[in-house]
């Protein structure tokens, strides 16, 4: 069984540098229009799909997807609190926020009145043991960041050994109790 991660599409805030974490944010005009000259890889086409029911989620899943989508609250984006809606270079500016690059984290990092990454991924497990079928996964960028630093190994404490980027999908498959990469990310396809 394998899911694949897709972040959501770009947004006003994503423009602008703000931080969204559950502000239910919708996708721009503009990429909304980009979206719809691309689809899901054909092998692909007939997985699950499981959604964030955030609406730029929501949105990315609709004009990608050809099969019904299901949504899941436990896949909203991570509670940035205090920090949700600034601009990260503000925050960097002001010592007294708090904030730091996720590299900086570590599993238990949490923004004030947040979520930490540890936090998240028990919030998320519980939905991804239930999957049966390979399932694309719409959400956000903190979901496949958790997800791929358990296949990575990687503990949100230093340069994250990947990158991610958008209209790609992150492919893994269940390994014991956790997750592995397979394969390269593969890019969503021309209409």
Not at 125 to 134: C, I, S, T, Y
Request: aromatic fraction near 6%.
């Amino acid at each position: 069984m394998r899911i694949a991660l897709l972040r959501h599409g770009r947004t006003e805030w994503n423009e602008a540098g703000r931080l969204q974490g559950r502000s239910d944010i919708p996708v721009s005009d503009s990429e909304r229009e980009r979206l719809a000259t691309l689809a899901l890889p054909p092998e692909w086409t007939d997985a699950d799909i499981l959604s964030s029911p955030l609406k730029r989620a929501r949105e990315t899943a609709d004009i990608l997807a050809k099969n019904p989508i299901r949504e899941d609250a436990s896949l909203i984006e991570l509670n940035l609190g205090d920090w949700e809606g600034k601009r990260g270079v503000d925050l960097l500016a002001d010592p007294a926020s708090g904030y730091r690059h996720v590299e900086e984290w570590g599993w238990d990092g949490r923004p004030p009145n947040g979520e930490t990454p540890r936090e998240l991924l028990a919030r998320i497990n519980p939905v991804l043991a239930g999957l049966e079928r390979d399932t694309v996964i719409v959400s956000h960028i903190n979901i496949m960041r958790v997800l791929l630093a358990t296949a990575y190994d990687w503990h949100f404490d230093g340069e994250m050994p990947f990158r991610i980027k958008r209209n790609r999908l992150y492919v893994l498959r269940r390994e014991g109790s956790g997750w592995a990469l397979d394969g390269e990310p593969v890019r969503l396809v021309a209409r």
